[in-house]
């Protein structure tokens, strides 16, 4: 007698023990995070700069000069637009906070839409994860604009997804006027050959540049120039600059070695400049496989980790923008994705038990050597591994016969 068909399993409605425990460290993690923003860092400190950048150039003096490191404003004339719009509820950092929060809930909520988890346990964890992801909370204690170019980029995804071109470029135009370093995107954009998303992000940031120039005139487009050029090239072996190129220079530093920063800075912008253009250039030449939306939402999240890790300059905040990738990893490689976040999750624990209590030491003192190499590892290993994650999913992916895209329906 023939045996009967089995049953198919049925999904599991919890997660596995192993991950059950990760998450409940990284919100454990999250929690002293937190914990650590009350002793460590000042209140709305990011936000202080910008209120002063929008109330000097409204008394006619500079924005943007003289420039300091982590001390001036750096972003687009728009941004403080954006800012003096704002100013006009009243008491802004409450209404920042809110807004903040409100686009850091929006973008999960489109980035969620876009991905399809084999768990149903999954989407919900990807949520909790993401919510207490703690370089999002570092942006909300500090007043930083992350979580609003989040959602701007999120947004740029999901009507590129969606097939809505013209929306997509509107929001990849917000997000670099507010932020300058997503940028790269154009590249992304270039190498698929998207010319109605580049089109409607011209129109949208020379218009709302127009907007800032009857605002303010001329004087801080240039102001802005002169900075801009600068934020991509000095370089701090500070303990709070968990940039490549700040970890390894105090790892020679540590080591004895001696290696000029800006030599190292120089190897790394041109390793860098090398592996855009590489995968710009492989993109191009395979545009047909580039079809498949799957294939798109990879290489959008391989370049948000090439934005993150690019410039010299990286505070643990700049991690908030890998929530875009994290969640497609999630989806993918569930346990691995949790890992990654975890390690990603001690940065702030490593930095206060390592670097800061150091007695008689000062965590701006590149003299403190073995010790201040705690600061970055976690955060830099973390996204090491996501990285390898979406490679990982982006060459599976490419091995796989190109499908039309009649038959690409998004199920998310």
């Not at 919510?131 to 909300?140: C, S």
């Not at 990654?340 to 800061?356: G, K, P, T």
Request: one cysteine or more; hydrophobic letters at 50%; charged letters at 10%.
């Amino acid at each position: 007698m023939a045996n009967p068909p089995r049953r198919a399993s049925p999904s599991r409605q919890i997660p596995p023990l192993p991950v059950a425990i990760m998450i409940l460290c990284y919100v454990l993690f999250g929690v002293y995070t937190f914990y650590w923003h009350r002793t460590t860092m000042g209140y709305l400190g990011d936000l202080e700069i910008y209120i002063r950048a929008m109330d000097s150039v409204r008394a006619g003096h500079s924005a943007y000069l003289p420039y300091g490191i982590g001390q001036s404003f750096v972003y687009s004339p728009v941004a403080l637009s954006l800012l003096t719009t704002l100013s006009l509820t009243g008491e802004i950092s409450g209404f920042w906070i809110a807004i903040s929060v409100i686009g850091y809930g929006l973008a999960l909520t489109l980035l969620l839409k876009l991905m399809v988890f084999p768990e149903s346990w999954q989407r919900i964890l990807a949520l909790i994860l993401m919510a207490a992801l703690a370089p999002f909370w570092e942006t909300l204690y500090v007043g930083q604009i992350n979580a609003i170019v989040v959602l701007c980029l999120a947004a740029c995804l999901y009507y590129f997804d969606r097939e809505q071109p013209t929306l997509s470029g509107i929001f990849l135009a917000l997000a670099i006027l507010l932020k300058t370093s997503p940028v790269i995107l154009v590249i992304y954009f270039v190498a698929l050959r998207q010319l109605r998303v580049l089109v409607a992000a011209t129109i949208t940031g020379i218009g709302l540049s127009i907007l800032s120039l009857t605002q303010f005139g001329l004087t801080p487009f240039f102001e802005f120039s002169q900075v801009v050029g600068r934020i991509g090239t000095e370089n701090t072996a500070s303990s709070w600059n968990i940039s490549v190129v700040s970890v390894t220079t105090r790892f020679f530093h540590a080591m004895i070695i001696p290696i000029d920063p800006d030599t190292i800075g120089s190897v790394y912008k041109l390793i860098f400049v090398g592996i855009t253009l590489a995968l710009a250039g492989y993109v191009w030449f395979r545009s047909a496989h580039h079809r498949d939306k799957s294939a798109r939402r990879i290489l959008f999240s391989l370049f948000v980790i090439l934005m993150t890790l690019s410039s010299p300059l990286v505070w643990y905040h700049h991690s908030t923008f890998l929530v875009i990738p994290f969640v497609l990893a999630l989806s993918s490689s569930f346990p691995w994705a949790t890992a990654s976040l975890l390690i990603m999750q001690i940065e702030r624990w490593a930095f206060n038990a390592v670097a800061l209590y150091v007695e008689h030491f000062s965590a701006y003192d590149i003299n403190l050597g073995r010790p201040t190499l705690a600061a970055g590892l976690p955060n830099l290993i973390g996204q090491l591994i996501l990285t390898g994650i979406i490679v990982g999913d982006y060459i599976r992916l490419s091995h796989q016969p190109v499908i039309s895209n009649a038959v690409l329906i998004d199920q998310g």
